[in-house]
Nanobody, 116 residues
Framework: VQLVESGGGLVQPGGSLTLSCAASGLTFSAYVMGWYRQAPGKQRELVASISSGGSTNYADSVKGRFTISRDNAKNTVDLQMNSLKPEDTAVYYC???????????WGQGTQVTVSS
């Protein structure tokens, strides 16, 4: 299984970025896909997830600003991030997990820095 994130970078507060994760080596449509982030000195936290059927879940801190979506035909999951804040600065990781399993697969991460 391989998860490859892209789209990170430096953006000013209030700006937008879209992260993409391309998955291979798995039956993509069967997996819950998630975006997590880890800021320096903090634990990794769930940002958003989307089920195989398209149900979504968001951390309270990003509700109304971030949107997760998936394309089962292309094996991709995106995270549209709007109204970015400095506290959104972190390494963002893509995750793929089956509901029946306690652990999943991780990508290598992509850095998002929100700063003026």
């Amino acid at each position: 299984v391989q998860l490859v994130e892209s789209g990170g970078g430096l953006v000013q507060p209030g700006g937008s970025l879209t992260l993409s994760c391309a998955a291979s080596g798995l039956t993509f449509s069967a997996y819950v896909m998630g975006w997590y982030r880890q800021a320096p000195g903090k634990q990794r936290e769930l940002v958003a997830s989307i089920s195989s059927g398209g149900s979504t879940n968001y951390a309270d801190s990003v509700k109304g600003r971030f949107t997760i979506s998936r394309d089962n035909a292309k094996n991709t999951v995106d995270l549209q991030m709007n109204s970015l804040k400095p506290e959104d600065t972190a390494v963002y990781y893509c995750n793929a997990k089956l509901l029946s399993r306690s652990v999943g697969f991780w990508g290598q991460g992509t850095q998002v820095t929100v700063s003026s």
